[in-house]
């Protein structure tokens, strides 16, 4: 289809350090794309310019047709490490986006409580941050990333922080709200097996300064 993400000639320049040299890519609308590649390639920093979170030496990015210039309503994003409001419930935390774009928060409240049940969290509904492990607030905040259901899911390694048999559990929900959803993800791993689990599509970045070096189609019967 249409592509919903696009870069044209973006590269990044971080003091004298060329980290991101000339990428230039479409993503399609609904597609689940894995970025995989060496640490230090600037995977992060590619999804954190997309995000809007970073802005590109020179180039352009473009999301549903129009130029980022910052963060914006249509884009979840999920980081590495879990980032929650300490004073904040885990369902408050959950319904943070829905503040910030001035939407109703009770209209979205047992969106919340759905999207913490999935994440087998519904017991830590009313807990604050501290209360959680890791991999718990970890959830939480892949939680937040979709409560106002954005077209684009950028995600940093989300999983990097949970135990095997957690990380497997979500990435079966992953897929499931993928699925069900048909989001645009772009999801950054350093693991092979998860993105070739996950996604139709994985891009391959070389060591720096790095440009795309593999673009692959993956075309396997999904569970
Ligand atoms: P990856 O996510 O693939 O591990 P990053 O995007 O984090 O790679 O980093 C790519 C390169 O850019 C690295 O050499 C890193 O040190 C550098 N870098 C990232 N962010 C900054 C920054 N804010 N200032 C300076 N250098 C940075
Ligand atoms: P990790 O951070 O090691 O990945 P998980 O998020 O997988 O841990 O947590 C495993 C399970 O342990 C949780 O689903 C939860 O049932 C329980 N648990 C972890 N921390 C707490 C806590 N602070 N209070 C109550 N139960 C907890």
Known sequence: GTPLVRLSGVRKVFNQLEAIRNISLDIGDGAFVSLL??????????LMMIAGLVRPTSGEIRVNGEVVTGPRADVGVVF????????????????FPVELL???????RERAMELLAMAKLADFAGALPRELSG????????????????STLLMDEPFSALDAITR????????????AN???????THSIREAAFLSDRVLVMGRRPATLVEDITIDLPRP
Not at 135 to 150: F, T
Request: aromatic share 6%; with cysteine; proline share 6%.
């Open 182 to 188: 048909r989001k645009t993800v772009v999801f950054v």
């Open 102 to 108: 001035k939407l109703s928060k009770a209209k979205y």
């Open 80 to 95: 590495q490490s879990p980032v929650l409001l300490p004073w904040r419930t885990v369902l408050d935390n959950v319904l």
């Open 135 to 150: 991999g718990m607030r970890q959830r939480a905040a892949i939680c937040r990333a979709l409560i106002h259901n954005p």
């Open 37 to 46: 590649g060496p640490s230090g390639c600037g995977k992060s920093t590619l």
């Open 168 to 179: 497997d559990d979500m990435s079966v929900e992953l897929l499931r709200i993928w699925q």
